[in-house]
């Protein structure tokens, strides 16, 4: 992602999809170019916001099945109509534009009625992590300025209501609905969807199809209000890390999401008709965007599991009959790995069965996105698409209508073709912006946003090479290693921490630590990591530790510990940490 978060998705099981050819992903709707502007967006033939995409989606497939779980079933019409019942709701609380609402569901119809709902009052959209502890939901309720939070009591069986509390100092004694509380001053309410027995809890009804109109908010309102959201407002915020400790809030318009999910359904050939299951959680961009948003201007159905199970999913994609099965790669492997353990037979299940053997996967190309570019920028295409033997090994093509350059690491000058180094988009997928950053510490001088991913371009495909940045990419999620580092740092019998990744078939890379202890102090490796486990989400806790002596860290000519050398030794002679159980849905 990241996850940004880079997705590496629509796979079909075993293999991610295959890329087409620049002349291939030609083959578009109009582009729209700006007055006086270079920049081109695709053309979606209606105002690309949330509500009017609602309501055209309701009037062209209404009785079509929008989302299916193991729970419920919605149809377009549901959702259209759930959606704006809600929407009504929360105006009559008082909320409208700008107001900024956080929700933690997992991949539920709660999650998707409260986002359209959120969307089409003009509010902006917080979804955040599962994967949560308290201290990261604490941070992220602060770093966003959520007025409202929205929750279940329960969530993958643990209790909500005391896992707010322990996030929100102070709001386990507040005696009525209104927040005011120091530990998190923006936050004026939490809205529950079932009745509690909470002082400061309020209750929201988010049940498909249940409940009549507020009666104060009548349908000439609703409209009205809907009329003055603007493609350019502010419509969702993601979250993921970012190379420093604090989170990353990625902001993106209206505008943007609806373009983007028309734009990626053409270059990665979504297809009409489709029932695709989608593993990847819906509150990172691989999920919302790379494939809600496709599938909805396809008319297509989306098929879930609150959390990824591989049992839970099987069933699913077998009952609900997928035709595709959209997923990070680390899901992939478990669930082909359970699949082998269990001798499940899958062979009557469309979705879950091999590709041809006869391309070889270097040959067969996949998507490429971060959260900051809405998701893909690197397309795949149709199935049939085989890359060219000269191109061998390439990752996918560009998507149309996005700007790409390649810049040399150290200079920032722009590379020819066929010459490594960062690459670098610019065009209407890019994000607004990020939450408590000013634009020039997000975009160079002129507009580029750098990845920090390394590739080249040659033949009109995108060859993608790895990292240039810190960040390790685990399970298809991004971690900071300095996020960890502060907590391991902050330990009083941790001198120095070094984090970094490495390599693992199963999850792409695993977050491993080197410590260096205090003087005087023996570490417990065992006991840091149980402690780590209580603040940071699990992908973010190191499985791999080295204890070293401080005069046996190695540094750079620069002063700075050499990662390099350390992670070579972590790899080496580090001790492995069983992987601790989470409840969130990686």
Same mark, same amino acid.
């Given at each position: 992602?990241?996850?940004?978060?880079?997705?590496?998705?629509?796979?079909?099981?075993?293999?991610?999809?295959?890329?087409?050819?620049?002349?291939?992903?030609?083959?578009?709707?109009?582009?729209?170019?700006?007055?006086?502007?270079?920049?081109?967006?695709?053309?979606?033939?209606?105002?690309?916001?949330?509500? /009017?995409?609602?309501?055209?989606?309701?009037?062209?497939?209404? &009785?079509? *099945?929008?989302?299916?779980?193991?729970?419920?079933?919605?149809?377009?019409?549901?959702?259209? +109509?759930?959606?704006?019942?809600?929407?009504?709701?929360?105006?009559?609380?008082?909320?409208?534009?700008?107001?900024?609402?956080?929700?933690?569901?997992?991949?539920?119809?709660?999650?998707?009625?409260?986002?359209? &709902?959120?969307?089409?009052?003009?509010?902006?959209?917080?979804?955040?992590?599962?994967?949560?502890?308290?201290?990261?939901?604490?941070?992220?309720?602060?770093?966003?300025?959520?007025?409202?939070?929205?929750?279940?009591?329960?969530?993958?069986?643990?209790?909500?209501?005391?896992?707010? *509390?322990?996030?929100?100092?102070?709001?386990?004694?507040?005696?009525?609905?209104?927040?005011?509380?120091?530990?998190?001053?923006?936050?004026?309410?939490?809205?529950?969807?079932?009745? @509690?027995?909470?002082?400061?809890?309020?209750?929201?009804?988010?049940?498909?199809?249940?409940?009549?109109?507020?009666?104060?908010?009548?349908? &000439?309102?609703?409209?009205?209000?809907?009329?003055?959201?603007?493609?350019?407002?502010?419509?969702?915020?993601?979250?993921?890390?970012?190379? =420093?400790?604090?989170?990353?809030?990625?902001?993106?318009?209206?505008?943007?999401?609806?373009?983007? !999910?028309?734009?990626?359904?053409?270059?990665?050939?979504?297809?009409?008709?489709?029932?695709?299951?989608?593993?990847?959680?819906?509150?990172?961009?691989?999920?919302?965007?790379?494939?809600?948003?496709?599938?909805?201007?396809?008319?297509?159905?989306?098929?879930?599991?609150?959390?990824?199970?591989?049992?839970?999913?099987?069933?699913?994609?077998?009952?609900? !009959?997928?035709? *595709?099965?959209?997923?990070?790669?680390?899901?992939?492997?478990?669930?082909?790995?359970?699949?082998?353990?269990?001798?499940?037979?899958?062979?009557?299940?469309?979705?879950?069965?091999?590709?041809?053997?006869?391309?070889?996967?270097?040959?067969?190309?996949?998507?490429?996105?971060? =959260?900051?570019?809405?998701?893909?920028?690197?397309?795949?295409?149709?199935?049939?698409?085989?890359?060219? +033997?000269?191109?061998?090994?390439?990752?996918?093509?560009? @998507?149309?209508?996005?700007?790409?350059?390649? /810049?040399?690491?150290?200079?920032?000058?722009?590379?020819?073709?066929?010459?490594?180094?960062?690459?670098? /988009?610019?065009?209407?997928?890019?994000?607004?912006?990020?939450?408590?950053?000013?634009?020039?510490?997000?975009?160079?001088?002129?507009?580029?946003?750098?990845?920090?991913?390394?590739?080249?371009?040659?033949?009109?495909?995108?060859?993608?090479?790895?990292?240039?940045?810190?960040?390790?990419?685990?399970?298809?999620?991004?971690?900071?290693?300095?996020?960890? *580092?502060?907590?391991?740092?902050?330990?009083?019998?941790?001198?120095?921490?070094?984090?970094?990744?490495?390599?693992?078939?199963?999850?792409?890379?695993?977050?491993?630590?080197?410590?260096?202890?205090?003087?005087?102090?023996?570490?417990?490796?065992?006991?840091?990591?149980?402690?780590?486990?209580?603040?940071?989400?699990?992908?973010?806790?190191?499985?791999?530790?080295?204890?070293?002596?401080?005069?046996?860290?190695?540094?750079?000519?620069?002063?700075?510990?050499?990662?390099?050398?350390?992670?070579?030794?972590?790899?080496?002679? !580090?001790?492995?940490?069983?992987?601790?159980?989470?409840?969130?849905?990686?």
């Amino acid at each position: 992602m990241v996850p940004g978060t880079r997705c590496a998705v629509r796979a079909s099981f075993l293999v991610a999809p295959v890329a087409r050819a620049r002349q291939v992903c030609r083959r578009y709707a109009r582009p729209v170019r700006a007055k006086g502007c270079t920049m081109q967006v695709p053309d979606v033939g209606f105002t690309p916001t949330i509500p /009017v995409f609602l309501r055209r989606l309701a009037a062209q497939w209404g &009785a079509r *099945e929008f989302m299916v779980t193991p729970e419920a079933r919605l149809t377009y019409a549901d959702a259209e +109509e759930t959606s704006r019942r809600i929407g009504k709701e929360l105006v009559a609380r008082g909320y409208g534009k700008r107001s900024r609402v956080g929700f933690v569901f997992g991949n539920t119809t709660d999650w998707v009625l409260t986002w359209l &709902a959120v969307a089409r009052i003009g509010a902006v959209a917080l979804p955040f992590p599962t994967t949560y502890r308290a201290a990261e939901l604490r941070k992220a309720l602060l770093f966003g300025d959520v007025d409202t939070l929205v929750i279940g009591a329960e969530l993958f069986g643990n209790d909500q209501l005391a896992f707010v *509390e322990e996030a929100v100092p102070g709001l386990a004694d507040t005696s009525g609905p209104l927040l005011r509380l120091p530990s998190t001053p923006c936050l004026r309410s939490v809205l529950v969807t079932s009745p @509690v027995d909470r002082a400061w809890a309020g209750s929201i009804d988010l049940s498909p199809g249940l409940g009549a109109d507020h009666p104060d908010v009548d349908e &000439a309102l609703t409209l009205a209000l809907e009329e003055q959201i603007h493609p350019s407002d502010p419509m969702l915020v993601i979250f993921t890390s970012g190379t =420093t400790a604090d989170p990353k809030g990625v902001v993106h318009s209206h505008g943007t999401y609806v373009r983007h !999910g028309y734009n990626v359904a053409d270059a990665n050939d979504v297809r009409a008709e489709q029932r695709v299951f989608g593993g990847m959680p819906l509150f990172w961009i691989g999920g919302v965007s790379h494939t809600l948003g496709p599938l909805m201007h396809r008319g297509n159905t989306f098929l879930c599991t609150p959390k990824f199970d591989p049992d839970a999913a099987i069933a699913l994609i077998e009952e609900a !009959g997928a035709t *595709e099965v959209y997923m990070f790669p680390n899901m992939a492997h478990r669930l082909r790995e359970h699949i082998r353990q269990t001798g499940r037979d899958v062979a009557s299940i469309p979705a879950l069965a091999p590709p041809p053997s006869d391309v070889p996967p270097d040959r067969r190309a996949s998507s490429l996105g971060m =959260t900051e570019t809405c998701a893909a920028y690197i397309a795949s295409g149709p199935r049939e698409h085989v890359v060219p +033997e000269e191109y061998r090994g390439a990752h996918g093509f560009p @998507v149309p209508m996005s700007q790409y350059r390649i /810049v040399d690491l150290e200079s920032g000058e722009p590379l020819p073709d066929g010459v490594e180094g960062e690459i670098c /988009v610019r065009g209407y997928s890019l994000m607004l912006g990020m939450c408590k950053r000013e634009r020039h510490e997000i975009f160079d001088d002129d507009g580029w946003y750098h990845t920090g991913d390394k590739g080249y371009l040659a033949g009109g495909y995108i060859f993608f090479t790895g990292r240039a940045k810190d960040l390790i990419k685990t399970a298809g999620a991004n971690v900071a290693p300095r996020e960890v *580092e502060v907590l391991f740092d902050s330990y009083p019998e941790v001198l120095m921490s070094v984090v970094v990744g490495l390599s693992d078939a199963d999850r792409g890379e695993i977050v491993a630590v080197a410590l260096v202890p205090a003087a005087g102090v023996t570490i417990d490796p065992v006991d840091l990591i149980t402690r780590a486990n209580h603040d940071l989400s699990s992908y973010k806790v190191p499985r791999r530790v080295l204890i070293v002596d401080e005069p046996a860290v190695p540094y750079l000519a620069t002063g700075k510990p050499d990662r390099q050398a350390l992670a070579q030794r972590l790899a080496s002679e !580090g001790v492995a940490v069983a992987p601790v159980r989470t409840s969130g849905q990686l």
